[in-house]
């Protein structure tokens, strides 16, 4: 049989499915039956817990009156699991749903699920279901739109990020949003809404003429809260009668006259997939606009801009989250925005800092794909001026090591995650990326990649790494003793990944003396070693083992087979006996503890 791709097209329409045919017998999903249901549910509703005899009969009714539906079920499980756990709460719950036809009972759960919301989950879930059908919604962005949009709930501004995340995971426990895939240290990286979910939303939204009244939290006086926002969603029809009207309100059908002085706007980042001629012409003329996503629209080739591009940015003073493609970015276009957040910036040249920088003292993300640290003579010496406080995640910075002192630490006092390039280390003997381990105590995530030709300079780089580091990610180094050493003193490392790695005169790599207690991640890509000697005390905690391009490995240490934490070993491109070690471990698993604890997985395609 010859290898080839395979296409599997799912629908809830079976006039579609009737149409392919044509190719091949289509497969009809069947309704679950009672048992199925109810034991679905008791799933959603009481994880690892099992449900009180005195709510089973009442429980076995709800999933009874779910019909068979897979989303309803897991949706009612959402409401039912906030409610209180009395039988005549329940009772009265499914007497509700038994009144419901099989089709309104999907938007009756999405409806109840939503009705069921605070504020706040609201606004954040309409906000979700304007996204394109089936897209795949990076969360790092998705939580920092929320921000920006004064959607999260939270009285202390340091948090932010937390509240946001918690917003998420609230969403995802009551299955009003899809995990679509996760991080190494099981944190949501991307997420999708169902298409049934998205429907709802985009009609609730159509229902309130793209409107809604947001409470912002007002973190200096809790108590007290801001008074509700008027905000209107940017959408085609408007567009389509703003151009019209020379982009003037005044005329609008769609805003009412009483709304003009008031009303503010969200600019989402899949508006701009529209066909608006003239953005900023548009943007520029309504009141308030928090976020500006301008990443899928390359602004070289808008001459408007790139003719003027301060004066087009000019007028945005409100902008919290602030991306585009460039070709060359100037820092002084966005100085004027106190209130920016969130900066991102795809450009093909290569940015230099600029004394701007530090007028945007609210900064909390910084993104920029090209970024080098120049330092001014007047930003030498240590001052408030020259200090972002707020910064968060920064990266990815071009550096050289030269530049890596004290004069660069104490500007990023409150860093937790950090992407570095060092492009140049000559002459510089004994030099440490960071003075102490004790500097930058709150940085959490640390990705650092040096240039070609590093491996073969020995003895300059002195290891030393923030101790509360949890996810560490090394490329092109040279890794010596000391380094492994540093490595494994770091307590707090749940993930570590290694790229493009190198060995001084033997290609092996010896961690028997060391212990990598919490290490519970660990990746190995083009890792220059044939011999991998490890004792069963050195990864104590590790689940995942993932081994890429690693063609001169001979074997895992059978060692291995004694973690009995670890789940899963992935291989990709590697020697067959390196992959044959991993099947052995796994059969010396199943050998000694009677079941299949370890999974292995070999691509067969390399």
């Not at 650092?448 to 580091?469: A, R, Y």
């Amino acid at each position: 049989m010859e290898k080839g791709s395979r296409i599997m097209v799912t629908t809830r329409l079976q006039e579609v499915a009737t149409q392919i045919k044509e190719l091949t017998d289509p497969y009809f999903l069947r309704f679950l039956d009672e048992k199925e249901s109810w034991e679905l549910l008791q799933k959603k509703v009481f994880q690892c817990e099992s449900c009180p005899l005195e709510l089973q009969e009442a429980g076995f009714e709800v999933a009874k009156n779910c019909k068979g539906l897979p989303l309803v079920i897991v949706l009612n499980a959402g409401i039912i699991a906030q409610k209180e756990r009395q039988v005549s709460v329940w009772e009265d719950f499914a007497k509700d749903l038994s009144s419901h036809g099989l089709e309104e009972q999907s938007m009756k759960a999405v409806q109840s699920s939503y009705d069921y919301l605070g504020d706040h989950l609201k606004h954040c879930l309409l906000y979700i279901g304007y996204f394109p059908e089936d897209y795949n919604i990076p969360v790092s962005d998705l939580l920092k739109l929320w921000i920006a949009e004064e959607f999260v709930l939270n009285i202390d501004t340091e948090n932010l990020e937390k509240a946001s995340k918690d917003h998420l995971n609230d969403l995802v426990n009551r299955s009003l949003l899809m995990v679509s895939k996760r991080r190494s240290n099981g944190d949501v990286k991307y997420c999708m809404v169902h298409d049934l979910v998205r429907e709802f939303c985009l009609s609730t939204l159509k229902e309130e003429e793209f409107k809604q009244h947001v409470v912002p939290c007002n973190s200096s006086q809790p108590s007290y809260p801001k008074d509700p926002r008027l905000c209107m969603y940017i959408h085609d029809k408007l567009v389509n009668q703003l151009e019209l009207h020379g982009y003037s309100l005044d005329n609008i059908p769609l805003v009412e006259s009483e709304e003009k002085e008031y009303l503010e706007f969200i600019a989402h980042p899949r508006f701009y997939a529209s066909r608006c001629m003239d953005l900023f012409s548009l943007l520029v003329n309504l009141r308030f606009i928090r976020v500006l996503h301008l990443l899928d629209i390359n602004l070289e080739s808008a001459w408007e801009f790139q003719s003027s591009p301060a004066s087009k940015l000019e007028k945005l003073t409100h902008l919290k989250y602030l991306a585009i493609f460039v070709k060359k970015f100037d820092f002084k276009w966005v100085s004027h925005m106190s209130d920016l957040q969130t900066l991102r910036v795809h450009s093909h040249q290569r940015i230099k800092t600029s004394p701007d920088i530090w007028k945007m003292m609210k900064l909390r993300h910084v993104d920029i794909s090209e970024f080098s640290f120049i330092w001014d003579d007047s930003e030498q010496e240590e001052s408030s001026h020259t200090v972002l406080g707020n910064l968060k995640t920064f990266g990815k910075c071009r550096i050289s090591v030269a530049d890596m002192n004290r004069k660069f630490w104490w500007r990023f006092p409150n860093l937790e995650e950090l992407r570095l390039s060092i492009v140049n280390f000559h002459d510089m003997p004994n030099h440490s990326l960071f003075p102490t381990p004790e500097i930058h105590n709150q940085l959490q995530s640390l990705e650092i990649s040096f240039p070609i030709g590093f491996s073969k300079s020995i003895g300059w780089f002195k290891s030393v790494f923030p101790l509360n580091l949890k996810v560490l990610s090394l490329a092109g180094i040279l890794l010596t003793e000391e380094i492994v050493s540093s490595i494994a003193a770091l307590q707090k490392l749940e993930t570590l990944k290694l790229f493009f790695i190198h060995f001084t005169d033997n290609p092996q790599w010896d961690v028997t003396k060391h212990e990598f207690n919490a290490l519970k991640y660990l990746k190995l890509e083009q890792v220059d070693m044939n011999q991998w000697d490890s004792s069963e005390t050195s990864f104590p905690e590790l689940e995942k083992l993932v081994i890429k391009d690693c063609e001169q490995l001979e074997e895992i240490p059978s060692s291995f087979a004694d973690i009995e934490t670890l789940r899963l070993i992935k291989m990709v491109n590697c020697s067959k006996s390196a992959g044959d070690s991993a099947q052995s471990i796994k059969k010396d698993v199943e050998y000694t503890q009677g079941y299949e604890r370890l999974q292995v997985l070999i691509p067969k395609n390399y």
